[in-house]
C-alpha cells in the first residue's frame, strides 16, 4: 500500500503537540473550523484553555490535555487516555518544538541537547505511544513538523537545523515501512512564519507568512496528501536549489543573503 489513506473528522480525533502558540495553535483552530475534535497538548493549561475559548463557536472542538513530550512515559498514558475517552486518534500533527540561536563560541551544549530533547526525541516519544495503535488498526495519518532550516545548516541555527534536518531524514526512513502499514507518513516544511520563535530572529525573514495562511496550508495538505508539505514554494525552492550546490558556493551566499560576514564572529 503506499499512502492512500486521508483522515476525516468523520473517522475520529486530531492529536496536536505543542499547542499552546504559533503553527501548532493556529493548527488546531484550523482543524476545528474543518469539523474535527482536536485533542490539544502543551504543558500549560491556561493556554489551552484560551485556546479551547478561541475555537468556540467553530464547527468542530478542541479538547485541552496537559503533556510533556520529553516525558515518554507520560504521553504513553496520555495517548492511552485521549483514546479512551474520544476515540481513535486518526491524525496526528507532532508539532512540538523550541529554538535557541546557538553560536560555535561560546557553545551551549545544554541549548543543544534542549532543543533534540523535545524537537527528535519529542517526535520519538510520541511515535513510540502513537505508531504501535496505528500499525494494529492498519491506518493513520501522521505528519511531523519540521522545516526548511533542515535543509541545510544556517548561521546561529546549528541545533534548529541539525534538529529538524533529523526529522526530514527519519520521516524520509519510516515511509518505506508506513506506506506498507496503510499509514500515511508526512513532513511539514515551513519557511518563515509569524509566530513566538521567529519573533527570536533578527535578521532578514524573506516570504514571512501570517500564522493563519501557514496554518490553511498545513490543513490543505493533511487532505491532498503528498510526503512534503511546504510553504512558501519559491522560499523552498531556493533553498532546496542552494543545497544543490558546491559547499563553497553555499557558504558564500547563505552568508550574503543573511548578512552574515566577519563582524558576526563578536556579536552575541
Not at 485533542?39 to 478561541?54: G, H, K, N, Q, Y
Not at 504513553?76 to 491524525?91: D, K, P, T
Not at 493563519?212 to 496550508?217: H, I, L, T, V, Y
Request: glycine share 10%.
Amino acid at each position: 500500500m503506499t499512502e492512500t489513506y486521508r483522515a476525516s473528522a468523520s473517522d475520529g480525533v486530531a492529536w496536536v503537540t505543542g499547542a499552546s502558540s504559533g503553527i501548532g495553535r493556529g493548527t488546531c483552530i484550523e482543524l476545528a473550523r474543518r469539523g474535527y475534535t482536536v485533542i490539544a497538548t502543551a504543558r500549560r493549561m491556561p493556554d489551552l484553555e484560551t485556546l479551547v475559548a478561541e475555537a468556540s463557536g467553530l464547527a468542530g472542538r478542541i479538547v485541552p490535555a496537559i503533556g510533556d513530550v520529553t516525558d515518554s512515559a507520560g504521553i504513553l498514558a496520555l495517548v492511552e487516555s485521549i483514546e479512551q475517552q474520544h476515540g481513535e486518534i486518526v491524525l496526528c500533527f507532532l508539532n512540538a518544538g523550541i529554538y535557541f540561536p546557538l553560536r560555535a563560541a561560546p557553545f551551549d551544549a545544554d541549548g543543544f541537547r534542549k532543543t533534540f530533547d523535545v524537537n527528535v526525541y519529542g517526535v520519538i516519544n510520541c511515535l513510540s505511544a502513537i505508531l504501535p495503535k496505528m500499525t494494529a488498526r492498519k491506518r493513520g495519518q501522521l505528519a511531523f513538523n519540521a522545516s526548511v532550516a533542515g535543509y541545510g545548516g544556517l548561521p546561529r541555527a546549528g541545533a534548529y537545523s541539525g534538529s529538524k534536518a533529523a526529522l526530514i531524514a527519519m520521516a524520509e526512513s519510516l515511509k518505506f515501512d508506513t506506506d506498507l502499514l496503510g499509514i500515511t507518513l508526512q513532513v511539514v516544511n515551513p519557511g518563515f512564519v509569524e509566530t513566538p520563535l521567529t519573533a527570536l530572529n533578527d535578521h532578514p525573514m524573506p516570504f514571512l507568512m501570517k500564522l493563519d495562511e501557514a496554518s490553511r496550508r498545513i490543513c490543505d495538505g493533511f487532505e491532498k496528501g503528498g510526503f512534503e508539505i511546504t510553504f512558501p514554494r519559491r522560499f523552498a525552492f531556493i533553498l532546496k536549489a542552494l543545497n544543490m550546490l558546491p559547499y563553497s558556493a553555499y557558504f558564500a551566499v547563505v552568508a550574503k543573503m543573511t548578512g552574515w560576514d566577519s563582524t558576526n564572529a563578536s556579536k552575541p
